[in-house]
């Protein structure tokens, strides 16, 4: 950090960008509402000998919950599961949010190969804009190691944890301000970190508080926070 920044963590939270951050976070939050958690799925284990041709170590399927241990040397696991959207998701953006800890995966919706999973990218579009009743079958194929990716993070585990399954709508407007925002941050710890340039520095920083200005940590109600 540069020394005319000196670290006191007794005023770091009062720092202009901390304050930032505390709000950017809160319309990360706010972008992502009415969470469904999708608990138990059905989930069998297999090894791969040829492209499409598994060898089936489970000879049924079986019961996985969140927080359970999936995983093992070589294996690939399948989890399966139907979701039907309640009438409070008509008409909104409805995205399904699948951590693995770890790994690589493929995310099928029904009968159609829809997105990869890994330890960068766990949402997806299920459907803009979602009608009541909706009903998915979802599928998920995956391996217990990314190689390149996970090796780059040290990180080659053959056993994980089936962290987080969920249904969440969407607010695009507020996701958008907060990757444009974001970045901007970014931007700005950057150049306070560096002193490369001073007046970009300070430039980035007055834009920041004016688009952030508005932005009330504490409010809890969706309609008055995107005002």
């Given at each position: 950090m540069a020394k005319r920044k000196p670290h006191d963590p007794r005023r770091?939270?009062?720092?202009?960008?901390?304050?930032?951050?505390?709000?950017?976070?809160?319309?990360?939050?706010?972008?992502?509402?009415?969470?469904?958690?999708?608990?138990?799925?059905?989930?069998?284990?297999?090894?791969?000998?040829?492209?499409?041709?598994?060898?089936?170590?489970?000879?049924?399927?079986?019961?996985?919950?969140?927080?359970?241990?999936w995983g093992g040397r070589e294996v690939t696991a399948f989890f399966q599961r139907t979701v039907a959207l309640p009438k409070e998701y008509d008409g909104q953006d409805v995205l399904l949010d699948v951590f693995l800890d770890g790994g690589e995966a493929q995310l099928t919706v029904n009968d159609h190969p829809w997105q990869g999973?890994?330890?960068?990218?766990?949402?997806?579009?299920?459907?803009a804009p979602a009608n009541k009743g909706d009903r998915f079958n979802i599928e998920i194929e995956a391996f217990v190691i990314n190689y390149t990716y996970d090796g780059w993070r040290n990180d080659e585990r053959n056993n994980h944890v089936f962290k987080r399954a969920r249904l969440v709508c969407r607010d695009k407007d507020l996701?958008?301000?907060?990757?444009?925002?974001?970045?901007?941050?970014?931007?700005?710890?950057?150049?306070?970190?560096?002193?490369?340039?001073?007046?970009?520095?300070?430039?980035?920083?007055?834009?920041l508080q004016t688009a952030c200005a508005g932005i009330d940590i504490y409010e809890t109600d969706r309609a008055t926070f995107r005002k």
């Open positions: 770091a939270c009062d720092l202009p960008h901390k304050v930032l951050q505390r709000k950017l976070d809160r319309v990360k939050a706010m972008a992502f509402h009415s969470e469904i958690e999708l608990d138990a799925w059905k989930f069998r284990r297999a090894r791969m000998t040829a492209p499409q041709t598994y060898e089936w170590i489970d000879k049924k399927w079986r019961t996985i919950r969140l927080g359970e241990e999973l890994d330890w960068n990218r766990s949402m997806m579009r299920l459907k996701e958008d301000f907060y990757l444009d925002a974001q970045w901007a941050m970014d931007v700005y710890i950057h150049y306070w970190e560096s002193d490369q340039n001073l007046e970009l520095e300070r430039m980035i920083l007055t834009n």
